[in-house]
């Protein structure tokens, strides 16, 4: 909802649960509201309390910080910022967003615009981003369908599904590299394994470029 104030929640463990839907007020269970003088919203756990729970209209913009526990945003979100030290991370639905955590599990639904996540031990799964840009040391990688993506990984199985618009780039230790493009796609494939076999299975071209450089762990690149 345009106007929405930022909202900004903070806690150092407990789940925190959010929940976006079309016109609604602000609702907060089990947690305390401060408004700055920048008109963000700044939230806070209870002490007696093990989550917050936040009721919020579609497309606001929030950020998250705790240092353990779940975090869940549900529904349509603008630009969501979130960082973490561990904890499992669910997010539907955003326009745009800014994801740290040390470890835990991160599965993102839709995310419209730039999906930017650094990890280090962590399993991450996109469902649909524009464009997604991973760092992770540890931990499976699957952008189930991007635009485009940069991934930097040390170990760690890697597969992306891309829309064959923008350039997929992916950097890795060790670690097995999947690519699958549209049917028909003709990419421009450079790909280098130092040891490890490498395969692209489709007719080479100039439609999108594909980039992966790995020391040991097999590339291959298909269509589907």
Not at 174 to 184: D, H, L, R, T
């Amino acid at each position: 909802m345009p106007g929405s104030a930022p909202l900004k929640i903070t806690t150092r463990s407990g789940n925190v649960r959010v929940r976006a839907e079309p016109g609604a007020e602000l609702e907060v269970v089990d947690g305390s509201i401060e408004t700055r003088d920048d008109g963000t919203l700044h939230i806070r756990r209870l002490p007696s309390s093990s989550v917050i729970e936040v009721r919020c209209a579609s497309g606001t913009e929030i950020t998250v910080g705790t240092v353990s526990g779940k975090v869940e945003l549900l529904g349509a979100f603008g630009t969501a910022r979130v960082a973490t030290v561990s904890g499992r991370i669910r997010i539907e639905e955003v326009a745009r967003l800014d994801l740290r955590t040390k470890s835990g599990t991160i599965d993102i639904g839709t995310c419209s615009d730039a999906c930017r996540i650094m990890t280090k031990s962590s399993a991450v799964h996109v469902g649909r981003a524009g464009r997604a840009t991973v760092a992770a040391v540890s931990g499976v990688v699957h952008l189930e369908h991007v635009d485009g993506a940069e991934v930097k990984t040390v170990s760690g199985k890697v597969v992306v599904g891309a829309g064959g618009k923008d350039r997929v780039s992916v950097h890795t230790v060790s670690g097995k590299v999947e690519i699958q493009v549209p049917p028909a796609t003709k990419p421009l494939a450079r790909l280098r394994s130092v040891s490890g076999h490498v395969q692209c299975d489709c007719p080479p071209g100039h439609d999108v470029e594909i980039a992966v450089v790995s020391v040991s762990g097999a590339v291959r690149v298909s269509s589907g």
